[in-house]
T-cell receptor
Framework: GDSVTQMQGQVTLSEDDFLFINCTYS??????LFWYVQYPGEGPQLLLK?????NKGISRGFEATYDKRTTSFHLQKASVQESDSAVYYC????????????FGGGTRLTVRP | NSKVIQTPRYLVKGQGQKAKMRCIPE?????VFWYQQNKNNEFKFLIN????????QIDMTEKRFSAECPSNSPCSLEIQSSEAGDSALYLC??????????FGSGTRLLVI
C-alpha cells in the first residue's frame, strides 16, 4: 500500500536558520503531494500542495519539489521564525476527492528565539 | 479559524459508554472524512462519505463505530462502546473535487 516516510521526528533550530525536512513516499499511483502543518490544539492546515511531478510548491516562504525520480517531497525554508514552531506532515493523496490521505509520521519543529 | 466545525472540543467517557462527536463540513464540500490521531501523532483513516453515502471504512469502524452524514444536518461519528484505546483526537475533514482537504480542530476524546 501507499506509505510516507519522514525520518526526522524532531528538528530544533534557531531563528534565521535554514530548514530541511526529509520526506519520501511510495505508491503505485501518480499522487498529489501535500505538506500540512499542525499547531497545538488545532487540526492540520494545508501549507502547500503539488499535483504534477517535477513541479514546485511555494507558500509562506516554504517550498517543496515533487521529485518523481527519487520519490521525494522534501520541505525547505531559507530562514525560520519562532512562529514556525509546529508539527509538519508530509501527506500523499490520490487525484480524486474521495480518496483518503496517507500521512507521514510528522516532524516536530522547534525554533528558538 | 477552521471552516470545518467540530463539536465538542473535548469529550470524557467511561469505558463502555457511547461517545458521539459531530462535524459540519466546509460549505459546498461533498466529501467528508474522519481520521483518528493518536498521542504519537499517527493518523488512522476511519471512514469517508460522499453526498451522504459511505465510500470506504476500515474494519474497526464497521464493527464498533456508527457514522452518518445526512443532508442538511451535521455529520456524526459515534463509538458504540468506548475503550481506553479509543482515547485520541478525532479529526473531521472535507474536500472538493480538486482534492483540497480542510480539517476541523478535532474532538479530543478521553476514555477513563
Amino acid at each position: 500500500g501507499d506509505s510516507v516516510t519522514q525520518m526526522q521526528g524532531q528538528v530544533t533550530l534557531s531563528e534565521d536558520d535554514f530548514l530541511f525536512i526529509n520526506c519520501t513516499y511510495s505508491t503505485t499511483w501518480y499522487p498529489t503531494l501535500f505538506w500540512y502543518v499542525q499547531y497545538p490544539g488545532e487540526g492540520p492546515q494545508l501549507l502547500l500542495k503539488v499535483t504534477t511531478a517535477n513541479n514546485k510548491g511555494i507558500s509562506r516562504g516554504f517550498e517543496a519539489t515533487y521529485d518523481k525520480r527519487t520519490t521525494s517531497f522534501h520541505l525547505q525554508k531559507a530562514s525560520v521564525q519562532e512562529s514556525d514552531s509546529a508539527v509538519y506532515y508530509c501527506v500523499l493523496g490520490e487525484r480524486n476527492a474521495g480518496a483518503k490521505l496517507t500521512f507521514g509520521g510528522g516532524t516536530r519543529l522547534t525554533v528558538r528565539p | 479559524n477552521s471552516k470545518v466545525i467540530q463539536t465538542p472540543r473535548y469529550l470524557v467517557k467511561g469505558q463502555g459508554q457511547k461517545a458521539k462527536m459531530r462535524c459540519i463540513p466546509e460549505k459546498g464540500h461533498p466529501v467528508v472524512f474522519w481520521y483518528q490521531q493518536n498521542k504519537n501523532n499517527e493518523f488512522k483513516f476511519l471512514i469517508n462519505f460522499q453526498n451522504q453515502e459511505v465510500l470506504q471504512q476500515i474494519d474497526m469502524t464497521e464493527k464498533r463505530f456508527s457514522a452518518e452524514c445526512p443532508s442538511n444536518s451535521p455529520c456524526s461519528l459515534e463509538i458504540q462502546s468506548s475503550e481506553a484505546g479509543d482515547s485520541a483526537l478525532y479529526l473531521c475533514a472535507s474536500s472538493l473535487a480538486n482534492s483540497d482537504y480542510t480539517f476541523g480542530s478535532g474532538t479530543r476524546l478521553l476514555v477513563i
